[in-house]
Protein backbone atom coordinates (compact mmCIF):
# COMPACT_ATOMS: atom_id res chain seq x y z
CA UNK A 1 0.00 0.00 0.00
CA UNK A 2 1.08 3.48 -0.83
CA UNK A 3 2.04 6.01 1.77
CA UNK A 4 -0.66 8.40 -0.12
CA UNK A 5 -2.83 5.72 -0.29
CA UNK A 6 -2.69 5.34 3.14
CA UNK A 7 -3.16 8.69 4.08
CA UNK A 8 -6.55 8.75 2.20
CA UNK A 9 -7.98 5.57 4.48
CA UNK A 10 -6.77 6.99 7.38
CA UNK A 11 -8.61 10.39 6.62
CA UNK A 12 -11.46 8.82 5.20
CA UNK A 13 -11.75 6.83 8.80
CA UNK A 14 -11.01 10.07 11.12
CA UNK A 15 -13.78 11.67 8.99
CA UNK A 16 -16.26 8.93 9.62
CA UNK A 17 -15.58 8.55 13.28
CA UNK A 18 -15.81 13.09 13.53
CA UNK A 19 -19.31 12.21 11.81
CA UNK A 20 -20.28 9.41 14.36
CA UNK A 21 -19.42 11.89 16.97
CA UNK A 22 -21.35 14.80 15.30
CA UNK A 23 -24.44 12.67 14.91
CA UNK A 24 -26.13 12.28 18.31
CA UNK A 25 -25.24 16.11 19.18
CA UNK A 26 -26.48 17.00 15.92
CA UNK A 27 -30.26 14.94 16.93
CA UNK A 28 -30.17 16.60 20.30
CA UNK A 29 -29.88 20.06 18.94
CA UNK A 30 -33.39 18.99 16.84
CA UNK A 31 -34.78 19.29 19.55
CA UNK A 32 -37.82 20.03 19.86
CA UNK A 33 -39.37 19.48 16.25
CA UNK A 34 -42.78 18.74 16.66
CA UNK A 35 -45.48 20.44 19.11
CA UNK A 36 -44.50 19.93 23.07
CA UNK A 37 -47.52 18.80 25.66
CA UNK A 38 -47.70 20.44 29.14
CA UNK A 39 -49.88 18.48 31.28
CA UNK A 40 -51.59 20.60 33.89
CA UNK A 41 -53.06 17.68 36.26
CA UNK A 42 -56.36 19.84 37.28
CA UNK A 43 -58.96 21.00 35.30
CA UNK A 44 -59.34 24.58 33.44
CA UNK A 45 -59.56 27.97 35.59
CA UNK A 46 -57.38 26.87 38.12
CA UNK A 47 -54.38 28.26 39.52
CA UNK A 48 -51.90 25.83 37.99
CA UNK A 49 -54.02 25.88 34.67
CA UNK A 50 -53.90 30.02 34.69
CA UNK A 51 -50.42 29.64 35.41
CA UNK A 52 -49.27 27.72 32.41
CA UNK A 53 -51.42 29.83 30.21
CA UNK A 54 -49.30 32.66 31.05
CA UNK A 55 -46.39 31.00 30.26
CA UNK A 56 -47.43 29.27 27.41
CA UNK A 57 -47.48 31.64 24.16
CA UNK A 58 -43.71 32.59 25.12
CA UNK A 59 -42.71 29.56 26.24
CA UNK A 60 -43.35 27.97 22.33
CA UNK A 61 -42.24 31.24 21.31
CA UNK A 62 -38.77 30.07 23.21
CA UNK A 63 -38.89 26.80 22.16
CA UNK A 64 -39.74 26.96 18.37
CA UNK A 65 -42.35 24.77 18.33
CA UNK A 66 -46.38 25.07 19.66
CA UNK A 67 -47.11 24.43 23.51
CA UNK A 68 -50.39 22.63 23.82
CA UNK A 69 -52.21 22.46 27.62
CA UNK A 70 -53.72 19.47 28.12
CA UNK A 71 -56.20 19.43 31.51
CA UNK A 72 -55.94 16.14 33.23
CA UNK A 73 -57.38 16.50 36.72
CA UNK A 74 -58.56 13.76 39.44
CA UNK A 75 -57.69 12.23 42.32
CA UNK A 76 -55.60 15.30 43.77
CA UNK A 77 -53.39 15.61 40.47
CA UNK A 78 -52.09 12.19 40.71
CA UNK A 79 -53.90 11.14 37.27
CA UNK A 80 -52.71 13.67 35.23
CA UNK A 81 -49.14 12.92 36.71
CA UNK A 82 -49.65 9.43 36.21
CA UNK A 83 -50.02 9.90 33.13
CA UNK A 84 -46.66 11.72 32.58
CA UNK A 85 -44.72 9.69 34.96
CA UNK A 86 -45.77 6.71 32.25
CA UNK A 87 -45.30 8.91 29.24
CA UNK A 88 -42.13 8.67 26.82
CA UNK A 89 -38.70 10.18 28.02
CA UNK A 90 -38.22 12.43 24.91
CA UNK A 91 -39.28 15.67 26.24
CA UNK A 92 -42.98 16.55 24.54
CA UNK A 93 -44.59 15.31 27.56
CA UNK A 94 -44.10 17.70 30.06
CA UNK A 95 -46.11 17.51 33.64
CA UNK A 96 -47.06 21.35 34.97
CA UNK A 97 -47.62 20.78 38.45
CA UNK A 98 -47.79 22.40 42.04
CA UNK A 99 -46.47 21.86 45.09
CA UNK A 100 -49.60 18.77 45.76
CA UNK A 101 -46.52 16.99 43.81
CA UNK A 102 -44.61 16.35 47.34
CA UNK A 103 -47.78 16.51 49.26
CA UNK A 104 -49.61 13.62 47.93
CA UNK A 105 -47.43 11.11 48.95
CA UNK A 106 -48.14 11.78 52.33
CA UNK A 107 -51.69 11.03 51.93
CA UNK A 108 -52.08 8.30 49.37
CA UNK A 109 -50.43 5.00 49.93
CA UNK A 110 -50.98 3.54 46.47
CA UNK A 111 -49.59 6.38 44.08
CA UNK A 112 -49.14 4.33 40.51
CA UNK A 113 -45.54 6.30 40.49
CA UNK A 114 -42.68 7.51 42.34
CA UNK A 115 -42.52 10.97 43.18
CA UNK A 116 -38.93 11.08 42.84
CA UNK A 117 -37.28 7.95 40.78
CA UNK A 118 -40.35 8.73 38.46
CA UNK A 119 -39.46 12.40 37.38
CA UNK A 120 -36.88 14.49 36.43
CA UNK A 121 -36.79 18.60 37.73
CA UNK A 122 -37.15 20.77 34.73
CA UNK A 123 -37.56 24.55 36.89
CA UNK A 124 -39.20 26.50 39.07
CA UNK A 125 -41.75 28.73 37.38
CA UNK A 126 -43.67 30.64 40.57
CA UNK A 127 -44.39 31.07 43.93
CA UNK A 128 -47.15 32.33 45.64
CA UNK A 129 -49.22 31.91 49.06
CA UNK A 130 -52.91 29.94 49.19
CA UNK A 131 -55.43 32.65 50.36
CA UNK A 132 -58.74 32.09 52.67
CA UNK A 133 -61.75 32.78 50.57
CA UNK A 134 -65.43 32.99 51.52
CA UNK A 135 -68.97 33.34 50.24
CA UNK A 136 -69.23 37.46 51.27
CA UNK A 137 -72.82 36.16 53.33
CA UNK A 138 -70.65 34.19 55.57
CA UNK A 139 -71.08 36.21 58.74
CA UNK A 140 -66.68 36.26 59.71
CA UNK A 141 -64.69 38.89 58.05
CA UNK A 142 -61.23 38.29 59.94
CA UNK A 143 -59.69 35.04 60.84
CA UNK A 144 -61.16 35.61 64.98
CA UNK A 145 -64.32 36.14 64.18
CA UNK A 146 -64.31 32.71 61.86
CA UNK A 147 -62.53 30.63 64.50
CA UNK A 148 -65.49 32.39 67.19
CA UNK A 149 -68.29 30.97 64.39
CA UNK A 150 -66.29 27.33 64.17
CA UNK A 151 -65.86 26.68 67.96
CA UNK A 152 -69.92 27.70 68.10
CA UNK A 153 -71.16 25.52 65.35
CA UNK A 154 -68.25 22.34 65.83
CA UNK A 155 -68.48 20.36 62.69
CA UNK A 156 -71.12 22.52 60.65
CA UNK A 157 -69.21 24.73 58.66
CA UNK A 158 -67.09 23.65 55.45
CA UNK A 159 -64.26 24.45 53.48
CA UNK A 160 -62.86 23.41 49.71
CA UNK A 161 -59.55 22.76 48.29
CA UNK A 162 -58.98 21.56 45.01
CA UNK A 163 -58.43 18.64 45.87
CA UNK A 164 -56.78 16.09 48.32
CA UNK A 165 -53.37 16.52 48.90
CA UNK A 166 -53.65 20.25 47.51
CA UNK A 167 -51.63 22.81 49.24
CA UNK A 168 -55.19 24.02 49.73
CA UNK A 169 -55.87 21.27 51.90
CA UNK A 170 -52.94 20.96 53.81
CA UNK A 171 -53.44 24.77 55.02
CA UNK A 172 -56.90 24.00 55.92
CA UNK A 173 -55.94 21.29 58.00
CA UNK A 174 -53.04 23.27 59.57
CA UNK A 175 -55.72 25.89 60.06
CA UNK A 176 -58.24 23.57 61.93
CA UNK A 177 -55.05 21.70 63.98
CA UNK A 178 -53.67 25.08 65.60
CA UNK A 179 -57.28 27.16 66.34
CA UNK A 180 -58.93 23.96 67.56
CA UNK A 181 -61.92 24.06 65.45
CA UNK A 182 -63.74 21.46 63.41
CA UNK A 183 -64.66 21.81 59.26
CA UNK A 184 -65.09 19.64 57.14
CA UNK A 185 -63.19 19.55 54.17
CA UNK A 186 -64.61 19.42 50.81
CA UNK A 187 -62.13 18.14 47.72
CA UNK A 188 -62.99 19.53 44.45
CA UNK A 189 -61.15 18.53 41.36
CA UNK A 190 -60.24 21.72 40.57
CA UNK A 191 -59.61 25.64 41.60
CA UNK A 192 -62.02 26.43 38.63
CA UNK A 193 -65.15 24.60 40.16
CA UNK A 194 -64.37 24.87 43.59
CA UNK A 195 -64.17 28.73 43.23
CA UNK A 196 -68.15 28.52 41.39
CA UNK A 197 -69.21 26.56 44.24
CA UNK A 198 -67.88 28.66 46.50
CA UNK A 199 -69.59 31.64 45.12
CA UNK A 200 -73.01 30.03 44.41
CA UNK A 201 -73.22 29.39 48.42
CA UNK A 202 -72.43 25.52 48.44
CA UNK A 203 -69.46 25.56 50.33
CA UNK A 204 -68.93 28.57 52.82
CA UNK A 205 -65.07 28.71 52.68
CA UNK A 206 -61.96 27.92 50.34
CA UNK A 207 -58.22 27.57 50.72
CA UNK A 208 -56.83 27.86 46.98
CA UNK A 209 -54.26 29.93 45.24
CA UNK A 210 -54.58 33.42 44.58
CA UNK A 211 -54.51 32.85 40.75
CA UNK A 212 -58.37 30.64 40.96
CA UNK A 213 -59.63 33.56 43.11
CA UNK A 214 -57.55 36.89 42.31
CA UNK A 215 -60.38 38.41 40.02
CA UNK A 216 -63.42 37.29 42.30
CA UNK A 217 -62.40 38.98 45.36
CA UNK A 218 -61.47 41.88 43.27
CA UNK A 219 -65.12 41.96 42.06
CA UNK A 220 -66.32 41.53 45.51
CA UNK A 221 -67.65 38.39 44.62
CA UNK A 222 -65.65 36.71 47.36
CA UNK A 223 -64.01 37.86 50.05
CA UNK A 224 -60.28 37.36 51.60
CA UNK A 225 -60.22 36.53 54.81
CA UNK A 226 -55.70 35.17 55.22
CA UNK A 227 -53.10 34.36 52.88
CA UNK A 228 -50.89 31.14 54.14
CA UNK A 229 -47.34 32.74 53.72
CA UNK A 230 -45.43 34.66 56.47
CA UNK A 231 -45.73 38.08 54.16
CA UNK A 232 -48.67 39.74 52.92
CA UNK A 233 -48.49 39.61 49.31
CA UNK A 234 -48.16 42.68 46.71
CA UNK A 235 -51.28 40.97 44.71
CA UNK A 236 -53.17 41.90 47.71
CA UNK A 237 -51.35 43.96 50.44
CA UNK A 238 -54.29 44.26 52.60
CA UNK A 239 -54.85 40.55 53.27
CA UNK A 240 -53.31 39.63 56.68
CA UNK A 241 -51.47 36.66 56.81
CA UNK A 242 -52.18 33.32 59.15
CA UNK A 243 -49.11 34.14 60.81
CA UNK A 244 -50.01 38.02 62.20
CA UNK A 245 -53.91 36.43 62.71
CA UNK A 246 -52.55 34.47 65.74
CA UNK A 247 -50.92 31.44 64.58
CA UNK A 248 -47.33 31.94 64.47
CA UNK A 249 -44.55 30.59 61.49
CA UNK A 250 -48.14 29.30 60.05
CA UNK A 251 -46.51 28.90 56.60
CA UNK A 252 -47.97 27.18 53.34
CA UNK A 253 -45.79 28.23 50.43
CA UNK A 254 -47.20 26.92 47.39
CA UNK A 255 -44.82 26.56 43.66
CA UNK A 256 -45.79 25.62 40.30
CA UNK A 257 -42.89 23.84 38.41
CA UNK A 258 -42.53 21.67 35.48
CA UNK A 259 -41.20 17.72 35.35
CA UNK A 260 -40.68 15.35 32.74
CA UNK A 261 -40.60 11.58 32.85
CA UNK A 262 -37.49 10.06 34.47
CA UNK A 263 -34.62 9.18 31.47
CA UNK A 264 -35.45 11.79 29.60
CA UNK A 265 -32.30 13.13 27.84
CA UNK A 266 -30.00 15.88 30.06
CA UNK A 267 -29.76 17.98 27.01
CA UNK A 268 -33.68 17.63 26.16
CA UNK A 269 -34.01 18.92 30.03
CA UNK A 270 -31.63 21.44 29.40
CA UNK A 271 -33.37 23.15 26.65
CA UNK A 272 -36.66 23.21 28.48
CA UNK A 273 -35.16 24.79 31.69
CA UNK A 274 -33.50 27.59 29.07
CA UNK A 275 -36.60 28.38 28.06
CA UNK A 276 -38.10 28.78 31.32
CA UNK A 277 -35.40 31.11 32.76
CA UNK A 278 -36.04 32.91 29.27
CA UNK A 279 -39.56 33.71 29.48
CA UNK A 280 -39.26 33.90 33.30
CA UNK A 281 -37.40 36.62 32.97
CA UNK A 282 -39.47 39.31 30.16
CA UNK A 283 -40.75 41.74 32.45
CA UNK A 284 -44.58 41.31 30.51
CA UNK A 285 -44.20 37.56 31.97
CA UNK A 286 -43.29 38.87 35.12
CA UNK A 287 -45.90 41.51 35.47
CA UNK A 288 -48.51 38.78 34.62
CA UNK A 289 -47.36 36.80 37.47
CA UNK A 290 -46.98 39.17 39.83
CA UNK A 291 -50.75 40.53 38.99
CA UNK A 292 -51.77 36.90 39.97
CA UNK A 293 -50.19 37.09 43.17
CA UNK A 294 -47.25 34.89 42.34
CA UNK A 295 -43.59 35.39 42.04
CA UNK A 296 -41.63 34.51 38.95
CA UNK A 297 -38.56 32.15 40.13
CA UNK A 298 -36.65 30.18 37.73
CA UNK A 299 -33.52 28.53 38.42
CA UNK A 300 -31.72 24.90 37.95
CA UNK A 301 -33.41 21.45 37.43
CA UNK A 302 -30.88 20.45 40.56
CA UNK A 303 -32.38 23.37 42.58
CA UNK A 304 -35.96 22.31 42.08
CA UNK A 305 -35.03 18.81 42.81
CA UNK A 306 -33.74 19.78 46.06
CA UNK A 307 -37.41 21.45 46.99
CA UNK A 308 -38.80 18.33 46.71
CA UNK A 309 -36.25 15.82 48.23
CA UNK A 310 -36.84 18.26 51.50
CA UNK A 311 -40.43 18.84 51.64
CA UNK A 312 -41.21 15.19 51.09
CA UNK A 313 -40.60 14.15 54.69
CA UNK A 314 -42.25 18.10 55.84
CA UNK A 315 -45.73 17.39 54.47
CA UNK A 316 -45.57 13.20 55.69
CA UNK A 317 -45.33 14.77 59.25
CA UNK A 318 -47.60 17.23 59.34
CA UNK A 319 -50.19 14.78 57.29
CA UNK A 320 -49.27 12.34 60.56
CA UNK A 321 -49.78 15.01 63.08
CA UNK A 322 -52.94 15.95 61.37
CA UNK A 323 -54.05 13.04 60.40
CA UNK A 324 -54.69 14.03 56.66
CA UNK A 325 -56.02 11.07 54.57
CA UNK A 326 -57.60 10.93 51.26
CA UNK A 327 -61.00 10.97 51.74
Do not use: C
Request: aromatic share 6%.
Amino acid sequence: MSQDLHRRRSLALLAGLWLAALAPAQAQTAYPDKPIRFVVPYPPGGGTDVIARIVQERMSAALGQQVVIENKGGAGGSVGTELVAKAAPDGYTVLFTLSSHTINPAIYPKLNFDTVKDFEPVGTVASLPQILVANPKLPANTLAELTALAKAKPGDLAYASVGNGSPGHLAGEMFKLRAGVQMTHIPYRGGGPAVTDVMGGQVPLLWVSIPAAAQFVKTGKLKALAVSTLKRTPAFPDVPTVHESGQPDFEVDSWYAMFVPARTPRPVIERLNRALNTVLAEPPIRERLLAQGADAVGGTPEALGRVVVAELPKWAKLAKDANIKAD
